[in-house]
């Protein structure tokens, strides 16, 4: 089952970002893996499923272009309201990620996303995620995932979800794919609950279809 927009409209319009289940106030995990490719404040970086990170911000102090995708209208213009007046270089895509993007995108050099895939469960609409990652990045890319590890929680936002390992990750990206760095990481939620994540860090190594 795909989660709706109207779903995820509801929860941006209704809830506080402080009162998210993922909200997460340290984004220094996913910076610690952002660290280890070169050059990677000179990337165009793709948050799939961006909704109200404060990873955003984060990225554009250090003057980092960004689209940022989510399937929630609501949660995008509130990061618009949010950015009002900030410089930075930043395209906001309202889509569904597991479905073909048609828009114009720039040359992602790095794709992130956090707590987003795991919420796809339909294996057509896993398929067309990843096809979208293969698609979208160039080669030389890297592509940063944290999601629901195999021991994390099986629901979150009253949805089921689809739990990770790095090694399934792998398989899904393919061969031009390649492990580069991963973690296991407890995240401890706004009420205090923990949740098993899975950090991994992958380069795409050459063309792939």
Same mark, same amino acid.
């Given at each position: 089952?795909?989660?709706?927009?109207?779903?995820?409209?509801?929860?941006?319009?209704?809830?506080?970002?402080?009162?998210?289940?993922?909200?997460?106030?340290?984004?220094?995990?996913?910076? +610690?893996?952002?660290?280890?490719?070169?050059?990677?404040?000179?990337?165009?970086?793709?948050?799939?499923?961006?909704?109200?990170?404060?990873?955003?911000?984060?990225?554009?102090?250090?003057?980092?272009?960004?689209?940022?995708?989510?399937?929630?209208?609501?949660?995008?213009?509130?990061?618009?309201?949010?950015?009002?007046? +900030?410089?930075?270089?930043?395209?906001?895509?309202?889509?569904?990620?597991? /479905?073909?993007?048609?828009?114009?995108?720039?040359?992602?050099?790095?794709?992130?996303?956090?707590?987003?895939?795991?919420?796809?469960?339909?294996?057509?609409?896993?398929?067309?995620?990843?096809?979208?990652?293969?698609?979208?990045?160039?080669?030389?890319?890297?592509?940063?995932?944290?999601?629901?590890? +195999?021991?994390?929680?099986?629901?979150?936002?009253?949805?089921?979800?689809?739990?990770?390992?790095?090694?399934?990750?792998? +398989?899904?990206?393919?061969?031009?794919?390649?492990?580069?760095? /991963?973690?296991?990481?407890?995240?401890?939620?706004?009420?205090?609950?923990?949740?098993?994540?899975?950090?991994?860090?992958?380069?795409?190594?050459?063309? /792939?279809?």
């Amino acid at each position: 089952m795909r989660p709706s927009s109207g779903h995820w409209d509801t929860v941006f319009s209704t809830t506080k970002d402080t009162e998210l289940g993922w909200y997460e106030k340290d984004v220094s995990k996913t910076l +610690k893996l952002l660290a280890k490719i070169p050059g990677w404040k000179r990337s165009t970086v793709f948050i799939a499923g961006a909704g109200t990170s404060l990873l955003i911000e984060e990225l554009l102090s250090r003057e980092m272009a960004l689209v940022l995708n989510d399937i929630s209208s609501k949660a995008l213009a509130r990061v618009k309201r949010r950015l009002k007046g +900030k410089p930075g270089t930043v395209h906001c895509l309202c889509h569904d990620i597991s /479905q073909p993007i048609k828009d114009v995108i720039p040359d992602i050099g790095i794709w992130v996303d956090r707590a987003v895939l795991h919420f796809l469960t339909d294996k057509a609409d896993i398929l067309g995620y990843f096809k979208n990652v293969r698609a979208l990045l160039k080669p030389g890319g890297y592509a940063l995932f944290a999601e629901f590890s +195999k021991t994390g929680a099986e629901k979150c936002a009253g949805l089921p979800v689809h739990r990770y390992s790095a090694e399934e990750l792998s +398989k899904r990206l393919g061969p031009s794919f390649r492990l580069v760095s /991963q973690f296991d990481h407890v995240y401890i939620n706004p009420y205090g609950e923990p949740k098993p994540y899975i950090y991994a860090l992958f380069k795409k190594l050459g063309r /792939q279809k």
